[in-house]
């Protein structure tokens, strides 16, 4: 079986998104535009309640979907459909916003570490178009899977050692593993061969991905392979290795739109400006 490596190493650009949330961003900046079929990872972390409290206010997507893992604080989000939900630690919640939505994700705390992430995964042209939807999934329902001494998966979407995560029916088929590293542990990870990855360390000094060490708030871009040999470093250390399959289509962009075509952006803001969303 072949063995994936570390083939471009990314650090985060700091920015703001929202009404003023300071994050970083790592996937949708300069240095790595994206990386089919993902669009954008956002980490957010901050004790200073000034960063975040103003939260992310009503705000319209289509055509892709998102994906938010709280590691701590507390959002609720709501959505112009009636949906509501809590996004408390440890939970994920990933919202297919298909042909058009308008939601909200406003904090429930005023001090107090606010931590996670988001991702935007694209959908194909042929499900753009498609009814929105939820999945949100409490701590309790994602599996924990120790697959080697020292070693600790939360599987989050993908199958892991028998074990299946709770995030189902996404066409791009991903693997999301939030893994736990303790100094010197060892673990050979199975993973989809053809499907695009990364692996980003957000806890400990650094982790040692595909015989490489990569530094913490480091993303490192996988080659292809079948394989991804992890390791501990001289410290505890916790990353996410992300993987899915790449759509190999035209992408046109424009804030929260994500199409296949400059007249599909076109149709889109026409769409939310007559409130068809």
Do not use: C
């Amino acid at each position: 079986m072949s063995d994936r490596h570390i083939t471009r190493r990314i650090r985060g650009t700091d920015t703001s998104d929202g009404a003023g949330v300071k994050l970083k961003r790592i996937i949708g900046q300069a240095g790595l535009d994206m990386l089919d079929p993902f669009l954008l990872l956002d980490e957010f972390r901050s004790d200073d309640a000034g960063d975040y409290i103003a939260g992310f206010p009503e705000h319209p997507h289509r055509g892709f979907e998102t994906v938010t893992y709280m590691l701590a604080g507390h959002m609720q989000h709501h959505d112009n459909h009636g949906n509501r939900g809590d996004l408390t630690p440890g939970s994920v919640q990933w919202m297919t916003a298909g042909r058009g939505i308008l939601h909200s994700e406003m904090p429930q705390q005023e001090d107090g570490l606010m931590w996670g992430f988001q991702l935007w995964v694209n959908l194909p042209a042929a499900d753009k178009m498609t009814a929105p939807r939820y999945q949100d999934i409490g701590p309790e329902r994602i599996p924990v899977v120790r697959p080697a001494e020292g070693v600790e998966v939360k599987v989050i979407a993908g199958e892991l050692a028998g074990t299946i995560g709770p995030v189902e029916g996404i066409v791009t088929a991903p693997v999301y593993l939030d893994i736990s590293l303790r100094p010197g542990a060892r673990f050979t990870l199975d993973l989809p061969a053809g499907h695009h990855g990364f692996a980003y360390v957000f806890e400990g000094d650094s982790a040692l991905v595909g015989g490489e060490s990569l530094r913490r708030s480091e993303l490192g871009v996988l080659s292809d392979g079948e394989q991804l040999q992890l390791a501990g470093g001289d410290h505890p250390s916790r990353l996410l290795v992300v993987a899915g399959k790449p759509l190999n289509e035209s992408v046109t962009r424009y804030g929260p739109f994500v199409m296949n075509t400059p007249e599909q952006i076109h149709q889109a803001i026409a769409d939310f400006r007559a409130g068809k969303f």
